[in-house]
């Protein structure tokens, strides 16, 4: 089971970015995917998570900036990402749960996790 992402890079505050996230090796179709996020000397975060019924979480600091959304018969899932501040800079992974996990997007358990790409966004 493979998930990579891509789509990371250098922006401008203000700019846009879309994140993308290629399942291989098995179908994530009934799991919840996640995006997080992790910048230097911080804690890993929860920045969005979408379940399969569509039912959708963010992290305070980014709603209505980010969305996530998923495009089950590619297998991937995205994060478009809008109004990018500095704060944003993280390196950001995609992250899936086990098939049916009941929705607690903070709670849940993440089994399947990407390499992560990185976001920069000077100041």
């Known amino acids: 089971v493979l998930l990579v992402e891509s789509g990371g890079g250098l922006v401008q505050s203000g700019g846009s970015l879309r994140l993308s996230c290629a399942a291989s090796?098995?179908?994530?179709?009934?799991?919840?995917m996640g995006w997080f996020r992790q910048a230097p000397g911080k804690e890993r975060e929860l920045v969005a998570a979408?379940?399969?019924?569509?039912?959708?979480y963010y992290t305070d600091s980014v709603k209505g900036r980010f969305t996530i959304s998923r495009d089950n018969a590619k297998n991937t899932v995205y994060l478009q990402m809008n109004s990018l501040k500095p704060e944003d800079t993280a390196v950001y992974y995609c992250?899936?749960?086990?098939?049916?996990?009941?929705?607690?997007?903070?709670?849940?358990?993440?089994?399947?996790w990407g390499q992560g790409t990185q976001v920069t966004v000077p100041s």
């Open positions: 992250a899936a749960t086990a098939d049916g996990s009941r929705w607690d997007p903070l709670r849940m358990e993440y089994e399947y």
């Open positions: 979408r379940a399969s019924s569509g039912i959708q």
């Open positions: 090796g098995r179908t994530f179709s009934r799991s919840t």
